[in-house]
């Protein structure tokens, strides 16, 4: 059987584990199992980039918003920071994104995005006021 990857990519992808696990190398197909497995470092580093721009948002709300400060902010900013963590300690390869500067600026980008939609203001720095060492300290939160 040769199921097609346009067609039903679960039922494929499963053809190829068996393919791989009973050695028909032959069978498989290289082009297709090539982009799933550069998907899984794109989907990584998407999943980075977004806790971060959440952590990033939650912290410029944070200090632009001291009134509202509460412990579903503080809660959020130590989840963020926690899965971050245990990201880079899974996959350390993403620690390459973080001192990327355009990777990082399209992160504060979609981190500010998330600050105006949720709080209304357009006051926020174009660029961040931390540095990413401060952003992932669970010590720090910004006055």
Not at 42 to 62: F, G, I
Not at 82 to 92: C, D, K, M, S, Y
């Amino acid at each position: 059987m040769n199921t097609r990857y346009e067609t039903d990519v679960i039922a494929w992808a499963e053809e190829q584990a068996a393919f791989l696990r009973s050695g028909n190398l032959a069978a498989l197909d290289i082009e297709h199992i090539a982009e799933e497995i550069e998907d899984v470092g794109k989907s990584e580093r998407r999943d980075l980039a977004s806790r971060l721009a959440v952590l990033l948002a939650h912290l410029l709300k944070w200090q632009f918003q001291p009134s509202r400060r509460g412990n579903s902010w503080r809660r959020t900013i130590k989840e963020q920071r926690r899965a971050i963590a245990a990201h880079l300690i899974e996959t350390p390869s993403l620690r390459a994104s973080l001192g990327n500067a355009n990777w990082f600026a399209g992160v504060w980008a979609d981190a500010l995005t998330r600050a105006i939609d949720e709080t209304g203001l357009d006051l926020f720095p174009e660029d961040s006021p931390w540095t990413l060492e401060q952003a992932l300290s669970p010590d720090f939160y910004p006055d």
